[in-house]
């Protein structure tokens, strides 16, 4: 029997969670800030966020390779991301390497799956990878959380395909959709809301929003709003750890700005979000 969406909650049912899975991406961003990007480095930077911001947290994110000790709320990342060094996943497929059954015996309660969705020939595909997706974590009894990232076309309108990945891929029913939030978070806060409330009405289940896109300091405020339109809480990273980049030290910003980045955030869902119990 899977858990429940409590094994990624806070006890009132909202939920403010860590990503941690960045990979070629995170090589960019260490080397963008004079840092060393070697898998050592790499290794070395996620245990830091998860020594520091996992136990604020309501579930956290990680990829396979980190040796991560069982913690509550653990997401294993089941995505092969098709990226090339500096630029955008542009596709990802199911990562077969990443092991189900194994994953729950090692301690994870959920996989995550990150879904790109654009226009092109490879749509069916990705909509059955999806339910595939979901099909496996029902069986091995782990949540299922899927990540949509829609990648319009020039011209196209962002949140119209945030919308449609929303009514196309909604269908294969993850116990946890992650969408982004509309807009950036720039704009109308009415239209915010108002695009937000599309999600909640068309999603069978409990969504949170992830960072990226977002700038980082406009984040708080695209969080409430995204809550006051019906979402859970979030499942984000950059937008709570990126400053540790920019310290000498990455324990020098995590145990004070990315800290309290991160309790912000939580009582932002606690006060606005809808717990996922009301939700479906």
């Known amino acids: 029997m899977s858990p429940t969406l409590d094994a990624l909650a806070y006890p009132d049912g909202t939920f403010a969670m860590v ?14 800030h004079g840092r060393p990007d070697d898998p050592e480095a790499i290794t070395a930077f996620k245990a830091a966020v998860a020594e520091h911001l996992a136990p604020l947290a309501s579930g956290f994110l990680i990829d ?3 040796d991560a000790p069982p913690r509550p709320g653990w997401i294993l990342a089941a995505d ?15 990562d077969e390497s990443v092991d189900p059954d194994a994953a729950r015996e090692a301690g994870a309660v959920a996989l995550k799956l990150l879904v790109i969705w654009k ?6 595909r990705r909509v059955e990878m999806a339910a595939e997706f979901v099909r496996r974590c029902a069986d091995a009894g782990l949540l299922s959380v899927l990540e949509p990232v829609a990648q319009p076309a020039a011209g196209e ?24 939030v509309p807009s950036r ?13 599309q999600l909640t009405a068309t999603l069978h289940g409990p969504w949170v929003v992830l960072s990226n ?7 708080p405020r695209a969080v409430e709003l995204a809550c006051r339109g019906g979402a859970s809480g979030t499942l984000a990273g950059r937008a709570l750890w990126t400053p ?37």
């Open 244 to 280: 540790a980049l920019e310290t000498p030290t990455p324990t020098e910003s995590l145990t004070t700005t990315c800290r309290s980045r991160l309790k912000l955030i939580a009582e932002i869902v606690h006060k606005h979000a809808r717990p996922w119990r009301e939700c479906g």
């Open 185 to 197: 978070g720039l704009g109308d806060p009415d239209q915010i809301i108002k695009t937000c409330e």
């Open 213 to 219: 896109g977002v700038a980082r300091d406009d984040f």
């Open 80 to 94: 092969a991301l098709t990226q090339e060094r500096g630029g955008p996943v542009t596709d990802t497929h199911l």
């Open 119 to 124: 226009r092109d020939d490879q749509q069916q």
């Open 64 to 66: 396979k390779g980190y």
């Open 19 to 32: 990503a941690m899975d960045q990979r070629e991406s995170l090589r960019t961003m260490l080397a963008d």
């Open 157 to 180: 309108d962002l949140d119209a395909a945030i919308v449609e990945a929303a009514e196309v891929l909604g269908q294969v029913r993850p116990d946890l959709y992650k969408a982004q």
